[in-house]
Nanobody, 132 residues
Framework: EVQLQASGGGLVQTGGSLMLSCSVS????????VAWFRQAPGKEREGVGC????????FYTDSVKGRFTISTDNAKNTVYLQMNDLKPEDTANYSC?????????????????????????WGKGTLVTVSS
């Protein structure tokens, strides 16, 4: 069974750091693209960043470039989102997602994108609150 579960959210002050984890099962990170999305109260879900299979070719939305980093640990089946220099506008529910409908992408060059409709497997989110 495919599952994704985000964790690590919490309350942090402006300028602080937080690392989120997304534990996955039912598929391997060396074969499928994964991404982090967030949704603030009253706003639409937006993509934060994504990586191709095996964590290749990371891509970030402009507002987090230079502050957020995605990494993957295949042995632990975990995707991480390191968030530094957090701002109040980063406050949101963060969730992870994967693209499984295309099948395994071993050995293929992947340049991911942050289109919500592309991702077919989603996990429950974790809340990040940045206080000013």
């Amino acid at each position: 069974e495919v599952q994704l579960q985000a964790s690590g959210g919490g309350l942090v002050q402006t300028g602080g750091s937080l690392m989120l984890s997304c534990s996955v099962s039912g598929f391997t990170l060396d074969a499928y693209p994964v991404a982090w999305f967030r949704q603030a109260p009253g706003k639409e879900r937006e993509g934060v960043g994504c990586v191709g299979p095996d964590g290749a070719n990371p891509f970030y939305t402009d507002s987090v470039k230079g502050r957020f980093t995605i990494s993957t640990d295949n042995a632990k089946n975990t995707v991480y989102l390191q968030m530094n220099d957090l701002k109040p506008e980063d406050t949101a529910n963060y969730s992870c997602a994967a693209i499984l409908w295309m099948g395994p992408q071993h050995g293929k060059i992947w340049y991911c994108a942050l289109r919500v409709s592309t991702y077919d497997r989603w996990g429950k989110g974790t809340l990040v609150t940045v206080s000013s």
